[in-house]
């Protein structure tokens, strides 16, 4: 059985949180290893403050005497600083029956916390910090994210949870074709043929005599898998994946967030060669394969798989709709617009979405995916095969200092091309 929640800690934040895990060993480590000053309270209590230098949370905790209006002056100092409490308790100080001990998670960054806490000397009796709680889950909102792969090796668990089977076949193995199902690949593949001239984009066209050249594609023979999968990854990255049937648009997506398209290998019913509710062969290799072959459709589907990684049910479905028949009717594609069109599996789809380009298109994907709601974003690390979730200041310090390495080639490949031309 699958969790259908995110796999990670999650701690709550609270006095016991505090005071549980901090013993006075492990924060004279942190205080060491950040520089950070102590906060001394007469002879009888010294506390050790650390606050991470990246933004984070922060446990707080500090005593005041029970009088009117002393909380509000203290909470007064965090509010003129612009750190936001996340979370207040207040108890009974175990020190001294006459005051109070008071609990504030707060996100902030260490420069504002430093200036509170030289003015909270004059004003309160103890202060103890928390190191920042960097672990994933804080919101209650993580609770809600279903599971998702983050490795390759994890799409197993997507590709056994197949919906709808559409023959007997195994998935993991070359397919002896019959001469019936030849003959309906043949079918297919003679009346598309005659229609893509008119009706297919350049970049179909551009790639199309390529996967005949190189995977087999003809009237008369149904391409290995494997071979379409090995012409897609030098072309775009992209591998395909046998599988016995449908899948749900969950499972299909985080596929694509890989780069891995599933493929079935059965070819539809012969009766009826035009049209199938199921993703047979012929749907497959005929309609997706040859853009899977141009990369910035490569890149458009990749981004489409990541933006449906820990969705909502709602998004994934927005995510996975699309629609394409001679009395359709032809809209701009918008994908506001599109998510909303419903995808008929019996006939014919009712409306065409059109977009300029596939840069258009992968633009208005972009910001669409950014409507998506989740406490987090992803990225997709081509050398791990990976997926990174990018949750705190520390995950995405690690793309920066990427990014810097590749624009630092970028700088270097300018200059080369700048003393060439004696610029």
């Known amino acids: 059985m699958y969790s259908n929640r995110f796999e990670g800690p999650r701690r709550g934040r609270s006095f016991e ?121 804080q919101s209650g909102d993580m609770e809600a994210v279903p599971w998702f792969p983050k490795k390759i090796s994890d799409l197993d668990k997507c590709a056994n949870r197949v919906l709808m089977y559409g023959s007997d076949l195994d998935a993991d193995h070359p397919v002896e074709f019959t001469e019936e199902e030849v003959k309906t690949w043949g079918t297919v593949f003679r009346e598309l043929t005659k229609l893509y001239p008119t009706h297919a984009c350049r970049e179909y066209l551009k790639n199309l005599p390529l996967l005949t050249k190189y995977c087999g594609y003809r009237e008369d023979n149904i391409p290995q898998l494997e071979d379409v999968s ?53 749907h497959e290799l005929m309609g997706h394969v040859p853009l899977l072959a141009e990369p910035s459709f490569a890149q458009f589907s990749q981004e489409i798989g990541l933006a449906s990684l820990g969705a909502s049910d709602e998004a994934v479905q927005k995510l996975a709709t699309y629609s394409l028949s001679g009395n359709s009717k032809v809209k701009p594609f918008d994908p506001k617009v599109t998510c909303k069109q419903e995808c008929l599996i019996t006939t014919f789809q009712d409306v065409y979405f059109v977009s300029e380009s596939f840069e258009d298109a992968k633009e208005k994907m972009r910001e669409f995916a950014k409507t998506i709601k989740r406490p987090f974003s992803v990225r997709y690390n081509p050398y791990t095969q990976t997926v990174e979730v990018l949750k705190d200041t520390k995950s995405i310090t690690n793309i920066v200092k990427e990014l810097r390495q590749e624009l630092d080639i970028v700088s270097d490949a300018l200059s080369r091309i700048n003393k060439q031309y004696g610029i």
């Not at 960054?109 to 190191?131: A, F, G, W, Y």
């Not at 030098?234 to 016995?244: N, Y």
């Not at 049937?245 to 060669?273: E, I, K, N």
């Open 17 to 137: 949180s505090v005071n549980s895990g901090m013993d006075e060993k492990h924060l004279n480590n942190e205080i060491n290893k950040s520089n950070f000053s102590k906060i001394e309270e007469n002879k009888e209590n010294k506390e050790n403050c650390n606050v991470s230098v990246e933004r984070g949370r922060v446990a707080v905790v500090f005593s005041l005497k029970n009088e009117v209006g002393g909380l509000a002056k203290a909470l007064k100092l965090f509010q003129e600083k612009h750190v936001n409490l996340v979370h207040i308790e207040s108890r009974k100080s175990k020190r001294r029956n006459s005051e109070f001990e008071i609990f504030l998670d707060c996100d902030s960054n260490r420069e504002q916390l430093n200036e509170i806490i030289q003015i909270l000397k004059s004003h309160v009796n103890v202060v103890t910090l928390n190191p920042p709680d960097n672990s994933y889950a």
């Open 230 to 282: 090995r012409f897609l990854k030098e072309r775009t990255g992209f591998t395909i994946r046998p599988v016995a049937g449908y899948l749900s648009p969950r499972d299909f997506l985080a596929g694509l967030a890989f780069r891995v398209f599933h493929c079935t290998q059965y070819v539809r019913h012969s009766s009826d060669p035009l049209y199938t509710p199921e993703p047979d062969t012929c």
